[in-house]
């Protein structure tokens, strides 16, 4: 544990100290994120935090990471390197979409190919055990793509991205700690600790944002750390008293705010014979602030559901993946759709409001 403790203390210390510079240098130069379209913020505001939290977890991994892991997770940091890098040339310049796929296609063959990292079965999920080798490959393939661009897609608020990346490296921190891993219950801590640190930056009115630089790295590791929990939980021994019985049920839970905004928006917006992937105002975080909520009063909300998910999860994990995986989706459903009521009900209201005054005038 002292490991683990002093690479949070040593992350966090170096991202708070290196994130007003990060502001400094970028407002200086005039590299701002600029308000306008779908964007929520205001100002003009760095969004380049992402170095900051790279830097400090990097440097603290290399100080307390026993050097024999070091040496084993060099692919690891090789694949953060790779999508650190594409992130901050999409923030000073966007590149094209098929560019960002390509560098996520290098960072998870990385992964898969040099440290064995990848879903090798269905875990019993759907009575499917083990996969074919190129099955187990293309399905990890597509989880690593999913939750790195997930993850993404959610930073569009002030401290969301940060704190629903603190719940989940907090939750895997602690499994791989109590398990014995503690190697990645090190890099777990390394993030948490800097992005608790960034997020005194990032929390309304947010003085920076992560950006792509933050988001794609801290996705891509979230992504690795994810498919590590299932695997290796599902194989350790059925007497180990910190085995989960449900390793696919309580991954998702854990990270279920961006994949299930990532699929609803997506249908949502295929309902409405549109892309996919064109930009609009209907993740789950416009909505909640089309109720009247605020920056941090959403924020919070969001956070309250990832945390009650994963408790529910963690107390049904009883059930086995083939009932838990249906309950926590179901919940997500029921959520959803309550929200869009909402909203729609919210909407009809103030329209309500505008015809009467638009009456008695």
Same mark, same amino acid.
């Given at each position: 544990m002292p490991r683990t403790l002093a690479s949070l203390i040593t992350s966090f210390i170096l991202c708070?100290?290196?994130?007003?510079?990060?502001?400094?240098?970028?407002?200086?130069?005039?590299?701002?994120?600029?308000p306008g379209g779908r964007k929520i913020h205001t100002g003009d505001t760095p969004s380049m935090g992402g170095i900051a939290i790279f830097s400090g977890v990097m440097l603290a991994i290399a100080i307390w990471m026993p050097f024999p892991h070091i040496q084993k997770f060099k692919f690891l940091f090789g694949a953060m390197g790779v999508m650190f890098l594409v992130g901050l040339r999409d923030d000073l310049v966007p590149v094209r979409p098929l560019v960002k796929l390509a560098a996520q296609l290098l960072a998870s063959t990385m992964i898969i190919f040099l440290l064995d990292i990848r879903l090798s @079965?269905?875990?019993?999920?759907? *009575? /499917?055990?083990?996969?074919? $080798?190129?099955?187990?490959?293309?399905?990890?393939?597509?989880?690593?793509?999913?939750?790195?661009?997930?993850y993404n897609l959610i930073d569009g608020l002030d401290g969301l991205a940060s704190s629903i990346g603190i719940i989940a490296f907090f939750f895997f921190g602690i499994y791989f700690f109590l398990v014995g891993i503690v190697q990645y219950s090190i890099i777990c801590f390394s993030f948490i600790g800097a992005l608790i640190a960034f997020l005194n930056f990032n929390w309304q009115p947010s003085r920076i944002f992560m950006g792509d630089t933050g988001a794609l790295l801290?996705? @891509?590791?979230?992504?690795?750390? *994810? /498919?590590?929990?299932?695997? $290796?939980?599902?194989h350790l021994p059925l007497d180990n008293q910190f085995r989960i019985e449900s390793s696919v049920g309580v991954g998702i839970a854990v990270i279920i705010i961006p994949l299930f905004d990532t699929l609803r928006v997506f249908i949502s917006r295929a309902l409405k014979k549109k892309s996919p992937f064109s930009p609009d105002k209907t993740h789950i975080h416009h909505l909640l602030m089309r109720l009247g909520f605020s920056h941090s009063g959403t924020t919070l909300i969001i956070i309250a559901v990832n945390i009650g998910i994963i408790l529910l999860a963690l107390a049904l994990d009883f059930l086995g993946d083939n009932l838990l995986v249906p309950i926590v989706i179901a919940t997500c459903v029921i959520l959803s759709v309550s929200l869009d009521q909402l909203v729609k009900e919210s909407v009809a209201r103030k329209k309500q409001k505008i015809s009467k005054r638009f009456r008695r005038d």
């Amino acid at each position: 544990m002292p490991r683990t403790l002093a690479s949070l203390i040593t992350s966090f210390i170096l991202c708070f100290l290196l994130t007003p510079l990060v502001i400094g240098f970028f407002k200086r130069r005039n590299i701002m994120d600029k308000p306008g379209g779908r964007k929520i913020h205001t100002g003009d505001t760095p969004s380049m935090g992402g170095i900051a939290i790279f830097s400090g977890v990097m440097l603290a991994i290399a100080i307390w990471m026993p050097f024999p892991h070091i040496q084993k997770f060099k692919f690891l940091f090789g694949a953060m390197g790779v999508m650190f890098l594409v992130g901050l040339r999409d923030d000073l310049v966007p590149v094209r979409p098929l560019v960002k796929l390509a560098a996520q296609l290098l960072a998870s063959t990385m992964i898969i190919f040099l440290l064995d990292i990848r879903l090798s @079965s269905l875990y019993n999920l759907f *009575t /499917i055990d083990q996969l074919p $080798y190129i099955i187990s490959v293309t399905l990890t393939l597509f989880t690593f793509i999913v939750i790195t661009n997930s993850y993404n897609l959610i930073d569009g608020l002030d401290g969301l991205a940060s704190s629903i990346g603190i719940i989940a490296f907090f939750f895997f921190g602690i499994y791989f700690f109590l398990v014995g891993i503690v190697q990645y219950s090190i890099i777990c801590f390394s993030f948490i600790g800097a992005l608790i640190a960034f997020l005194n930056f990032n929390w309304q009115p947010s003085r920076i944002f992560m950006g792509d630089t933050g988001a794609l790295l801290i996705g @891509s590791v979230l992504s690795v750390i *994810t /498919i590590k929990f299932i695997d $290796y939980n599902f194989h350790l021994p059925l007497d180990n008293q910190f085995r989960i019985e449900s390793s696919v049920g309580v991954g998702i839970a854990v990270i279920i705010i961006p994949l299930f905004d990532t699929l609803r928006v997506f249908i949502s917006r295929a309902l409405k014979k549109k892309s996919p992937f064109s930009p609009d105002k209907t993740h789950i975080h416009h909505l909640l602030m089309r109720l009247g909520f605020s920056h941090s009063g959403t924020t919070l909300i969001i956070i309250a559901v990832n945390i009650g998910i994963i408790l529910l999860a963690l107390a049904l994990d009883f059930l086995g993946d083939n009932l838990l995986v249906p309950i926590v989706i179901a919940t997500c459903v029921i959520l959803s759709v309550s929200l869009d009521q909402l909203v729609k009900e919210s909407v009809a209201r103030k329209k309500q409001k505008i015809s009467k005054r638009f009456r008695r005038d």
